[in-house]
């Protein structure tokens, strides 16, 4: 049949299951833009920024294990867009870009708003396809989709030249490519089962891979319970992922986020045996490549990732399975726990114990502002099983991870990578996605002004996240890092910031605002947020700088202004 590319392309995304796209309209892509508000079948999100646009994408490809969609325009639209690519391409996020081009007589011209995309984005993209064929437009959007999500997933950019959308053609429609899981060899598995049954001390670190598995089968939690239990295996989940496991499991082995505390860590070194499920192995995750040490792991170290390339590019396990992590979990099931699993008791209770002394709701009150301790616990309290909490990236981050004791019901979503404006687009696509649950987003007041504009698209599409800003009137993470690197010197100037007044901020876009500026006003503040559902709140806390994060304070308060 001949039809419109636009239209082709329309049917090509309906083909993938798409039914949410974010952009940012532009003249390059209008073609497409009409074609699917037409169809009306696709429901296009208009964002203000197209990085808000890229982490609502972002964040629809971790709820689903889908790639997510982004549709922006060239150039301009593009660069803005590009955190968002990088922080897919890290986090191993699916997703796919479709970016608008000049018209296909004027390349290389350097047109209005060109730029050569396969040059600019082959650092962040698994791979960049230019479609300037009529004939390759579906093959495309079915090519992307299929790079986007299998083996390591992430980022893949369409780029689509402005003249291409009203050329007729009469290609077929590609339907979308079987998802190919691999699984584990037997063999592999007779050695890893071997291996976990002879460590004493085994550590079992869960991570990105392992949730995408739990998205597609939500039994995978429940599997990688019993193994814990039956084996008995402490489980650790990594960097931004504290909901893989309760965190009030006995079995839970401490959480390896950025920097473990001490106490943490020296225990976690003890381990003989790292197995690390469904976890890619990142500078954060390995404390800055020291725990497994790269490029040769102090421990044997079992590496399971549904990608071959990746296994053995940073370390040398002793045994890679690149497959689906869940996948492992159910055959070491069904092999059955050594008989004498229990004698690592004292091992996983030992670790369990520091956890939970790390988790305790303790803290000092600040003199300088709120202590963000209070207000995160406070939030903990009213956390549905079926909430959904954002982090943007900044120190306020660390109290998040410190005391909300997450549960695998719960969704946490951030920028693995650490990636600043994050956290808003994803509180806003999580609201859009999974309408009347709660949505919190914790972020610093860098990350609010960096990408809260997309409160506004919260605001014209009905979703109602909770906003929890900690102003502490600077740039919290820097500052720490300058005041630990170089503590005699004055720490501020290059980190303060001038805030304005975040409730009144928050009402102007329609939201209700909030505002706390001592601790006893958290209580009521937090339970007021709450209590409103039918529009986005902003929790304006004025927090202490002394507190620098939730494991360290400043000592040299006179280097403060
Ligand atoms: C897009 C981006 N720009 C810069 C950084 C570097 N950076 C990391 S944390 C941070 C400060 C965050 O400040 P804020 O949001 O106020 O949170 P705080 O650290 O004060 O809690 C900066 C600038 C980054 N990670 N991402």
């Given at each position: 049949?001949?039809?419109?590319?636009?239209?082709?392309?329309?049917?090509?995304?309906?083909?993938?299951d798409?039914?949410?796209?974010?952009?940012?309209?532009?003249e390059?892509?209008?073609?497409?833009?009409?074609?699917?508000?037409?169809?009306?079948?696709?429901?296009?999100?208009?964002?203000?920024?197209e990085?808000?646009?890229?982490?609502?994408?972002?964040?629809?490809?971790?709820?689903?294990?889908?790639?997510?969609?982004?549709?922006?325009?060239?150039?301009?639209?593009?660069?803005?867009?590009?955190?968002?690519?990088?922080?897919?391409?890290?986090?191993?996020?699916?997703?796919?870009?479709?970016?608008?081009?000049?018209?296909?007589?004027?390349?290389?011209?350097?047109?209005?708003?060109?730029?050569?995309?396969?040059?600019?984005?082959?650092?962040?993209?698994?791979?960049?396809?230019?479609?300037?064929?009529?004939?390759?437009?579906?093959?495309?959007?079915?090519?992307?989709?299929?790079?986007?999500?299998?083996?390591?997933?992430?980022?893949?950019?369409?780029?689509?030249?402005?003249?291409?959308?009203?050329?007729?053609?009469?290609a077929?429609?590609?339907?979308?490519?079987?998802?190919?899981?691999?699984?584990?060899?037997?063999?592999?598995?007779?050695?890893?089962?071997?291996?976990?049954?002879?460590?004493?001390?085994?550590?079992?670190?869960?991570?990105?891979?392992?949730?995408?598995?739990?998205?597609?089968?939500?039994?995978?939690?429940?599997?990688?319970?019993?193994?814990?239990?039956?084996?008995?295996?402490?489980?650790?989940?990594?960097h931004?992922?504290?909901?893989?496991?309760?965190?009030?499991?006995?079995?839970?082995?401490?959480?390896?986020?950025?920097?473990?505390?001490?106490?943490?860590?020296?225990?976690?070194?003890?381990?003989?045996?790292?197995?690390a499920?469904?976890?890619?192995?990142?500078?954060?995750?390995?404390?800055?490549?020291?725990?497994?040490?790269?490029?040769?792991?102090?421990?044997?170290?079992?590496?399971?990732?549904?990608?071959?390339?990746?296994?053995?590019?940073?370390?040398?396990?002793?045994?890679?399975?690149?497959?689906?992590?869940?996948?492992?979990?159910?055959?070491?099931?069904?092999?059955?726990a050594?008989?004498?699993?229990?004698?690592?008791?004292?091992?996983?209770?030992?670790?369990?114990?520091?956890?939970?002394?790390?988790?305790a709701?303790?803290?000092?009150?600040?003199?300088?502002?709120?202590?963000?301790?209070?207000?995160?616990?406070?939030?903990?309290?009213?956390?549905?099983?079926?909430?959904?909490?954002?982090?943007?990236?900044?120190?306020?981050?660390?109290?998040?991870?410190?005391?909300?004791?997450?549960?695998?019901?719960?969704?946490?979503?951030?920028?693995?990578?650490?990636?600043?404006?994050?956290?808003?687009?994803?509180?806003?696509?999580?609201?859009?996605?999974?309408?009347?649950?709660?949505?919190?987003?914790?972020?610093?007041?860098?990350?609010?002004?960096?990408?809260?504009?997309?409160?506004?698209?919260?605001?014209?599409?009905?979703?109602?996240?909770?906003?929890i800003?900690?102003?502490?009137?600077?740039?919290?993470?820097?500052?720490?890092h300058?005041?630990?690197?170089?503590?005699?010197?004055?720490?501020?100037?290059?980190?303060?910031l001038?805030?304005?007044?975040?409730?009144?901020?928050?009402?102007?876009?329609?939201?209700?605002g909030?505002?706390?500026?001592?601790?006893?006003?958290?209580?009521?503040?937090?339970?007021?947020?709450?209590?409103?559902?039918?529009?986005?709140?902003?929790?304006?806390?004025?927090?202490?700088?002394?507190?620098?994060?939730?494991?360290?304070?400043?000592?040299?308060?006179?280097?403060?202004?």
């Amino acid at each position: 049949m001949t039809q419109t590319v636009a239209r082709l392309l329309a049917e090509s995304l309906e083909a993938h299951d798409v039914d949410q796209i974010y952009c940012v309209p532009g003249e390059s892509y209008v073609g497409l833009t009409s074609s699917l508000l037409e169809r009306n079948s696709i429901r296009v999100i208009v964002c203000r920024h197209e990085a808000g646009a890229g982490y609502m994408a972002v964040a629809d490809g971790r709820l689903r294990d889908r790639a997510g969609v982004a549709v922006v325009s060239r150039g301009p639209g593009l660069s803005n867009a590009m955190v968002a690519l990088h922080s897919a391409y890290h986090d191993a996020t699916p997703m796919v870009m479709l970016v608008g081009q000049v018209e296909r007589k004027d390349f290389g011209r350097l047109a209005l708003q060109e730029q050569n995309y396969s040059r600019l984005l082959s650092d962040v993209t698994k791979l960049v396809i230019e479609v300037n064929e009529p004939e390759q437009a579906s093959e495309a959007i079915a090519r992307a989709f299929h790079i986007a999500e299998s083996g390591t997933p992430g980022p893949v950019a369409v780029i689509l030249p402005e003249d291409i959308f009203d050329e007729e053609t009469d290609a077929e429609l590609n339907p979308a490519r079987p998802r190919a899981i691999a699984g584990p060899r037997t063999d592999d598995l007779d050695r890893l089962a071997g291996m976990l049954a002879k460590a004493e001390r085994p550590l079992i670190l869960v991570g990105g891979a392992m949730m995408a598995d739990a998205v597609r089968d939500p039994a995978a939690f429940a599997d990688l319970n019993r193994l814990a239990q039956e084996w008995m295996l402490p489980v650790s989940p990594t960097h931004r992922r504290p909901q893989m496991f309760d965190a009030t499991h006995p079995n839970f082995g401490g959480y390896m986020g950025i920097r473990v505390p001490p106490a943490l860590i020296g225990e976690m070194k003890k381990a003989d045996l790292m197995v690390a499920l469904g976890e890619r192995l990142t500078d954060t995750v390995s404390q800055s490549y020291t725990f497994p040490s790269a490029p040769q792991p102090q421990l044997p170290l079992v590496h399971v990732w549904p990608d071959p390339n990746e296994i053995g590019r940073v370390w040398r396990p002793d045994l890679g399975l690149p497959c689906s992590p869940h996948e492992v979990v159910k055959a070491l099931l069904k092999r059955g726990a050594p008989a004498d699993a229990k004698r690592r008791q004292g091992w996983v209770a030992g670790l369990n114990a520091i956890h939970r002394k790390l988790l305790a709701k303790e803290w000092e009150p600040t003199s300088d502002g709120v202590n963000f301790a209070a207000i995160v616990c406070e939030v903990d309290k009213h956390l549905a099983p079926d909430a959904t909490v954002t982090t943007d990236a900044g120190n306020f981050g660390s109290f998040v991870h410190r005391y909300i004791g997450f549960r695998q019901g719960q969704v946490f979503l951030s920028s693995v990578v650490g990636a600043m404006g994050s956290g808003m687009p994803m509180a806003v696509a999580a609201a859009l996605r999974r309408p009347n649950t709660q949505v919190v987003a914790f972020l610093g007041d860098g990350g609010a002004l960096m990408m809260g504009n997309e409160i506004a698209t919260a605001r014209q599409y009905g979703a109602n996240p909770v906003m929890i800003i900690s102003d502490n009137a600077m740039y919290g993470t820097i500052g720490m890092h300058s005041y630990v690197r170089y503590p005699d010197r004055p720490i501020m100037d290059g980190t303060r910031l001038t805030n304005p007044d975040f409730a009144d901020w928050g009402r102007s876009f329609g939201a209700e605002g909030i505002t706390i500026k001592s601790e006893s006003e958290v209580a009521d503040g937090i339970a007021a947020a709450f209590a409103v559902k039918t529009r986005p709140v902003v929790v304006h806390c004025l927090t202490s700088a002394i507190q620098m994060s939730a494991w360290r304070r400043y000592t040299r308060a006179d280097t403060l202004p």
